[in-house]
């Protein structure tokens, strides 16, 4: 079935700095491909999503880069700020159209 | 107005009791979801649900149980509790069935087994 590998687990980044968060999935068949956010004490929300006939979509400072050969996404958000200290999800569709997730990166944003 | 709601937000229990959480969903979403977070911040799934398919994630064990009276509901029944189903519960609902819709995730009810 599905497997999908997120790194780091924990990322600490200078505000104003880019952070860049990495998966790689197992199912070639897999063709959609969110990124959650969950601040604390609150339930994951969707920021961004791709699907697989594109390689890459933006949506203001974030962006998801998606390497099908490779079996890789990436989402990566770009001058950072105090708000986007989180943890990271990210997660891909497997055969059954099961959303499998990654294990997650807190995100700290330094003053 | 709150999209996925559960309740309670807290909920502290001892050993071998029998527990629920209820899920209300106000977006006319067919599916829905129980998902376990652990204190490492894993999400596992537990159930997917809708009114033609219930899927059960086989690692769960048969003590949890989910109950819908109707669409808009998904109720989490949890017999002869154990200490290691301590975690935060989130409940979460979909359009439809499918891996490739948005989840829309509740607020999560944390729940200590002590």
């Known amino acids: 079935g599905e497997n999908v590998e997120q790194h780091p687990s924990t990322l600490s980044v200078q505000e104003g700095d880019s952070a860049v968060i990495k998966c790689t999935y197992s199912?070639?068949?897999?063709?959609?491909f969110p990124w959650y956010k969950q601040e604390l004490g609150k339930g994951p929300q969707l920021i961004i999503d791709?699907?697989?006939n594109v390689g890459e979509k933006k949506d203001q400072r974030i962006a998801v880069t998606l390497n099908k050969t490779a079996k890789h996404f990436s989402l990566h958000i770009t001058e950072t700020q105090p708000e986007d200290s989180a943890v990271y999800f990210c997660?891909?569709?497997?055969?059954?159209?099961?959303?499998?997730w990654g294990a997650g990166t807190k995100l700290i944003i330094k003053p | 107005d709150t999209a996925v709601s559960q309740t309670p937000k807290y909920l502290v229990t001892q050993m071998g009791n029998d527990k629920s959480i209820k899920c209300e969903q106000n977006l006319g979403h067919d599916t829905m979801y129980w998902y376990k977070q652990d204190s490492k911040k894993f999400l596992k799934i537990m159930f997917s649900y809708n009114n033609k398919e219930l899927i059960i994630n086989e690692t769960v064990p048969n003590r949890f149980s989910p109950k819908s009276p109707d669409k808009a509901h998904l109720n989490l029944h949890i017999n002869s509790l154990e200490l290691g189903d301590s975690a935060v519960y989130f409940c979460?609902?979909?359009?439809?069935f499918g891996g490739g819709l948005i989840q829309f995730f509740g607020p999560g009810t944390r729940l200590t087994v002590l």
């Open positions: 791709i699907r697989s």
């Open positions: 979460a609902s979909s359009q439809d």
């Open positions: 199912d070639s068949a897999s063709n959609y």
């Open positions: 997660a891909a569709s497997d055969s059954n159209y099961q959303l499998i």
